[in-house]
T-cell receptor
Framework: KAGVTQTPRYLIKTRGQQVTLSCSPI?????VSWYQQTPGQGLQFLFE???????NKGNFPGRFSGRQFSNSRSEMNVSTLELGDSALYLC????????????FGQGTRLTVV | QKEVEQNSGPLSVPEGAIASLNCTYS??????FFWYRQYSGKSPELIMS????GDKEDGRFTAQLNKASQYVSLLIRDSQPSDSATYLC???????????FGQGTRLTINP
């Protein structure tokens, strides 16, 4: 059974640019959540999509957005990149039901210069 | 007060001993509790989930939950050097599919 796949693994972008990250969940999972991990703030929740709808949202500015497709694949977009956006971006896949376990992809390491 | 608190460590344990990791949470309505292991430069890996009060054992790992005290712990028996990693406690917020993580405890197993 394939795991959670995130692409690309590494990205280097310049301040002001935008970036799109992709996540393919485990087959049969309908929920995809996105997290940002930095040394100072740890793992922070960005948003969750379930059946193409954003169901939960964290406390991040509107520059961070996402979407989910009918095949449950999800993309996350960050516009007008800032140096502080440099982080490991992780997506987690789950069935989306109560008391469900979440499984993480390998992550995308974004560096903003 | 942080929603999920862990001692950041580092926690140093001799090989073969029991490693004990602790976590407290503030939301009394929290329903699901998880322990993830994260090796340096890697993504978090789920090692235990627990939903009701008491102990849950899986191999060398035992998770303990006490909702009255808002406390979750992870015991690792017969610790191995390969257990050296950062252990993250995560809790789901009531009514939401959202994991709230502690800062993680860095565990080192000394041969």
């Amino acid at each position: 059974k394939a795991g959670v796949t995130q692409t690309p693994r590494y990205l280097i972008k310049t301040r002001g640019q935008q970036v799109t990250l992709s996540c393919s969940p485990i087959s049969g999972h309908r929920s995809v959540s996105w997290y940002q991990q930095t040394p100072g703030q740890g793992l922070q929740f960005l948003f969750e999509y379930f059946s193409e709808t954003q169901r939960n949202k964290g406390n991040f500015p509107g520059r961070f957005s996402g979407r989910q497709f009918s095949n449950s694949r999800s993309e996350m977009n960050v516009s007008t990149l800032e140096l502080g956006d440099s982080a490991l971006y992780l997506c987690a896949s789950s069935t989306g039901t109560k008391n469900t376990e979440a499984f993480f992809g390998q992550g995308t390491r974004l560096t903003v210069v | 007060q942080k929603e999920v608190e862990q001692n950041s460590g580092p926690l140093s344990v001799p090989e073969g001993a029991i490693a004990s990791l602790n976590c407290t949470y503030s939301d009394r309505g929290s329903q699901s509790f998880f322990w993830y292991r994260q090796y340096s430069g890697k993504s978090p890996e789920l090692i235990m989930s627990i939903y009701s009060n008491g102990d849950k054992e899986d191999g060398r790992f035992t998770a303990q939950l006490n909702k009255a005290s808002q406390y979750v712990s992870l015991l690792i028996r017969d610790s191995q050097p390969s257990d050296s990693a950062t252990y993250l406690c995560a809790v789901t917020v009531q009514g939401a599919q959202k994991l709230v993580f502690g800062q993680g405890t860095r565990l080192t197993i000394n041969p």
